[in-house]
C-alpha cells in the first residue's frame, strides 16, 4: 500500500539545504568606518541647473575666496551587506548631518540644509563622496550666489 509520508516534503528540502551548504558564497564585505578630511581647493561656478558655467567664476572668487584653502572633516560609517550608511561632516565649525544618495558605484553623502551658522555664509549644501574601496574621499560646498549662479568650493577639480 502507497502512504503519504508528511515528512517527505521536509526531506527534499533538507537535502536541497545540505547541497546548497557545499556551495562557495561570495564574501561579503564587513562594515567600514572611518573620518576623512579634505581640504576644498577649487572654487568655480555652476548653474542652477548644476551645469558648469566659467563665467561666474570670477564673481565666485569675489564673493567666496575667503573659503578656498579651508577643510571639510567627515565621520563616516558604511555596511556594503546591508547598504546602511550614515555621516556627518564638520565645516566652519559646525557640525551637518548626511545623508545617502543612492549613487552606484560611490558611497555619497549629502546634507539636508545646513545649520544658521552656515546658511549665513550663504552655505546651502555638503556634499561627501568615497569611492567603493573606501579611498579617494571627495567633499564640496555649495555656496548661494545669486538667480541665475552658484558656487561650488571643492577638493576636486570642475569637471
Known amino acids: 500500500m502507497n502512504t503519504w509520508n508528511p515528512m517527505s516534503?521536509?526531506?527534499?528540502?533538507?537535502?536541497?539545504?545540505?547541497?546548497l551548504s557545499l556551495t562557495a558564497l561570495p564574501a561579503v564585505a564587513a562594515e567600514q568606518s572611518g573620518?576623512?578630511?579634505?581640504?576644498?581647493?577649487?572654487?568655480?561656478?555652476?548653474?542652477?541647473?548644476?551645469s558648469r558655467n566659467p563665467g561666474a567664476d570670477a564673481a565666485c572668487k569675489k564673493a567666496f575666496g575667503s573659503f578656498v584653502g579651508s577643510s571639510m572633516t567627515t565621520t563616516w560609517k558604511v555596511d556594503p551587506s546591508s547598504m546602511m550608511?550614515?555621516?556627518?561632516?564638520?565645516?566652519?565649525?559646525?557640525?551637518?548631518?548626511?545623508?545617502?544618495?543612492?549613487?552606484?558605484?560611490?558611497?555619497?553623502?549629502?546634507?539636508?540644509?545646513?545649520?544658521?551658522?552656515l546658511a549665513a555664509k550663504k552655505i546651502n549644501r555638503l556634499i561627501f563622496a568615497l569611492d567603493t574601496s573606501f579611498q579617494n574621499p571627495a567633499g564640496t560646498v555649495l555656496f548661494l550666489m545669486d538667480e541665475k549662479d552658484n558656487c561650488v568650493l571643492s577638493s576636486q577639480p570642475a569637471s
Not at 35 to 50: A, C, D, H, I
Not at 86 to 112: C, K
Open 35 to 50: 573620518t576623512s578630511t579634505v581640504k576644498l581647493t577649487n572654487l568655480y561656478g555652476v548653474e542652477q541647473t548644476g
Open 9 to 19: 516534503p521536509w526531506k527534499s528540502v533538507a537535502s536541497g539545504l545540505a547541497l
Open 85 to 117: 550608511m550614515s555621516a556627518e561632516a564638520t565645516y566652519e565649525g559646525a557640525q551637518v548631518r548626511m545623508f545617502p544618495l543612492g549613487i552606484a558605484g560611490t558611497y555619497n553623502f549629502m546634507s539636508d540644509g545646513v545649520p544658521e551658522s
